[in-house]
């Protein structure tokens, strides 16, 4: 069992960051496939990024902009956001699975068995 933790949402002007954090315990985090999805009101939870043991992914809405990352020994993964816009607003979830993913399961909300309960941004204009 893996337990989930997010942190760092909250309400910042366009053109601002934030780092949000993901905490997990339970299982050998480092065996992890940890990512991050979104799901802003009324639409559906959309992958933002994810970091595995080969290496990173990101949606093409925000990678330009965002970096996944992950300190092993605090077992935590990170999501820096920078150059925030009005559409980033939702609710980020941290999801993470021992599976092992392929450059195209990562991407999808199915392949991960665990989920915390999500942390808000707000991106004002």
């Known amino acids: 069992q893996v337990q989930l933790a997010e942190s760092g949402g909250g309400l910042v002007q366009a053109g601002g960051s934030l780092r949000l954090s993901c905490a997990a315990s339970g299982r050998a985090f480092s065996s992890l496939a940890m990512g991050w999805f979104r799901q802003a009101p009324g639409k559906e939870r959309d992958f933002v990024a994810a970091?595995?043991?080969?290496?990173?992914y990101y949606a093409d809405s925000v990678k330009t902009r965002v970096t996944i990352s992950r300190d092993n020994a605090k077992n935590t993964v990170y999501l820096q956001m920078n150059t925030l816009k009005p559409e980033d607003t939702a609710v980020y979830y941290c999801a993470a699975d021992l599976g092992r993913q392929t450059a195209t399961s990562i991407l999808l909300a199915d392949s991960y068995t665990y989920w915390g309960q999500g942390t808000r941004v707000t991106v004002s204009s």
């Open positions: 970091i595995t043991w080969s290496g990173t």
